[in-house]
């Protein structure tokens, strides 16, 4: 049985509290939970942080997401849609799943089967099929694959409505005219049930039954009814210039992607970053949106409370073609989260998270080197001069803005705060009943994972390259020079995954021992930089004109600018210092000029002293 990836905090589930097991009694708020031990029957009201799921006895080992072959990964979405109606059902009897196994075609025992492995795991690949784990095993063929595809497109989905008995019979068809031999029947059958209902409807019945069916109406926001129940997602540029950590010097305007609940109008998460929007910066946003927030918030010391988490059971991304990336895809899948694409010239789609973008922008506009969103609202403002503020300062001000004000104002589309909704919708109240705390993600470096970046690499003897910086360590050993399983000619390649805000290691996926491994840089005394500042080297290089591009042209044109920066800083230092000097001295007062009843004493008699004035002041500064 796989491991729980959920701790489960509802009253009647069994937890795991410093090492010991208990039941939850009762939810006493967001935060807090009554929890009863099993052996003692003593309670405790605990943080519901603290607590841990029951961990079973045997563990099945966790594939890495991009090594699930497409065909394995539809057989496990057809087989949570054939258990979905049983999940979460009240007081489900065996009636009930001898009923949907009947309308599967299925026995009754797979289904418990398949329940028992979801709803300890609440992950998609629970339901995957058993596959051998032999290296020489292959993949689908991508001929047959081919054809599948070109058949539902042709066949199926189609104003003409074709069964899918007929899609089986024209895959059979090409397959036999190509020499191939066809795929089993339930093959092509869990590939139709894949589709989208929405793509289905729209090709077989039209795009207008497809949008009443499917789409909001504008005004609306369908879906909308519990907390997570729909989480927004949009990008935006600040109207901010930010600082460097190290010598305060203007680097540009970033990036924040931002999700939002729209029941409740809490933020969930977002990610700031000098990176355009993209698959990536969207799943770094939801790894923040879906942890718990207490340890980040402790980071920065900020003294309120962001008690939301859990899994969304939808969120609306940008239907832009960078944010469809397989990593983003599949991970949500894995995790049960709805993907729905905003639609072109739908604008209620996201209209929500806009509005709140909107209010932030707002509030940055009083920051220190902002630009405005407007050259008359700017005007002769020097925003650079200005910019004072690091990518880390700024989270922290958007942080504390996020818990402590925007979390604690009356929204006028709810007539309450946003905080107060959102215990509203898990709490409820006299009138309406309480959805319940959504579960917590328990192995959190499983999600990080899943939602991180990755490239493929082949590993040479000298270790992995990625953007010409040379990674290894020896756990890379037993796979240099490995082969690709299916051309013995070509090299394989491996899974590997970076956090773009830290280079100096990148994280390797071992396919046989099923576990992730940090390797570092090849030549340690690099420093730690982030994407972007290796961006900035490599065209800093090129314009020194370096004739080869490696990794010592890189961080040594790094090194160069922070001595030039370092060099700056220090010039202006003195430049301020002088300047301050100046306007002290001119803003000094004179001594009076005295009365003649005073005799004055001959120029020669006043002796010369060889002072330089304030030369020791610059110790203090």
């Known amino acids: 049985m796989e491991s729980s990836a959920l701790v489960q905090v509802v009253p009647g589930k069994k937890v795991s509290y410093k090492g010991d097991n208990h039941r939850v009694a009762e939810l006493l708020d967001l935060s807090h939970v009554l929890i009863v031990n099993e052996i003692s029957g003593i309670s405790h009201s605990v943080l519901i942080s603290d607590l841990e799921a029951e961990r ?180 935006t540029k600040l109207d901010i210039i930010l600082v460097d950590d190290h010598y305060r010097k203007p680097i540009g305007r970033p990036w924040i992607t931002l999700a939002f609940d729209v029941y409740s109008r809490m933020v969930t998460g977002f990610y700031v970053s000098f990176d355009p929007p993209s698959a990536m910066t969207t799943g770094l946003c939801l790894i923040h949106s879906i942890l718990p927030k207490e340890k980040w918030l402790a980071k920065y010391d900020i003294n309120g409370e962001w008690p939301l988490w859990g899994l969304p059971a939808k969120i609306h991304v940008d239907n832009a073609k960078e944010f469809r990336g397989n990593m983003l895809q599949k991970a949500c899948e894995q995790y049960n989260i709805d993907i729905e694409w905003r639609p072109v010239a739908r604008p209620n789609f996201g209209a929500h998270v806009e509005r709140v973008l909107g209010t932030f922008a707002k509030e940055i506009h009083a920051l220190p080197g902002s630009t405005f969103s407007n050259i008359f609202e700017k005007g002769d403002y020097n925003s650079e001069s200005k910019a004072s503020l690091t990518l880390t300062e700024f989270e922290h001000w958007l942080a504390n803005y996020v818990v402590n004000v925007y979390h604690q104002k009356i929204h006028s589309m709810i007539n309450m705060t946003p905080l107060a909704k959102y215990k509203q919708g898990i709490l409820g109240d006299e009138h309406t009943p309480g959805c319940g ?134 010039k202006t230092k003195a430049a301020r210092r002088s300047k301050q000097r100046r306007k002290i001295h001119a803003q000094a007062e004179k001594p009076i000029a005295a009365k003649s009843v005073v005799e004055e004493a001959p120029i020669e008699d006043i002796p010369e002293l060889d002072i330089e004035p304030f030369e020791e002041m610059d110790d203090w500064s």
């Open 56 to 235: 079973p006895e045997e563990t099945k080992t966790i594939e890495e997401l991009l090594n699930i072959s497409e065909e394995s990964w539809n057989i496990a979405k057809s087989r949570l849609k054939a258990i979905r109606p049983l999940l979460n059902l009240s007081k489900r009897s065996r009636a009930d799943v001898e009923k949907v196994a009947k309308e599967n075609n299925l026995h009754t025992n797979t289904l418990y089967g398949w329940l028992k492995l979801y709803e300890s795991s609440g992950l998609l690949s629970s339901l995957l099929p058993k596959v051998r784990r032999d290296r020489g095993s292959t993949k689908f063929d991508e001929n047959i694959e081919e054809i599948i595809k070109q058949a539902i497109a042709t066949e199926y989905l189609t104003k003409q409505k074709k069964s899918q008995r007929m899609v089986i019979d024209e895959v059979k068809k090409l397959c036999r005219k190509k020499g191939l031999t066809p795929p089993h029947d339930n093959t092509i059958r869990n590939r139709i049930k894949a589709l989208s209902p929405e793509l289905v409807a729209s090709r077989r019945l039209g795009r207008k039954v497809s949008d009443n069916t499917y789409r909001p109406i504008k005004g609306q926001f369908p879906g909308a009814d519990w907390p997570l129940s729909a989480v927004q997602i949009d990008h």
């Open 437 to 570: 705390l959504p579960a917590q993600i328990r192995d959190e470096e499983r999600l990080r994972f899943d939602f991180m970046p990755y490239e493929l690499r082949s590993i040479q003897d000298y270790g992995v390259v990625i953007d010409k910086v040379h990674y290894y360590h020896d756990v890379l050993r037993p796979w240099i020079n490995a082969s690709d399983q299916n051309d013995s000619k070509r090299k394989r390649k491996f899974i590997f995954r970076r956090d773009p805000r830290d280079i100096s290691q990148i994280w390797f996926y071992d396919p046989e021992l099923h576990s992730h491994f940090a390797i570092p840089y090849r030549d340690t005394s690099h420093p730690a930089i982030s994407i972007w500042e290796l961006r900035e080297a490599v065209a800093r290089a090129e314009a020194m004109g370096k004739e080869s591009l490696n990794e010592h042209a890189i961080f040594e044109a790094y090194e160069k600018m922070r001595e030039i920066e370092q060099e700056s800083v220090q």
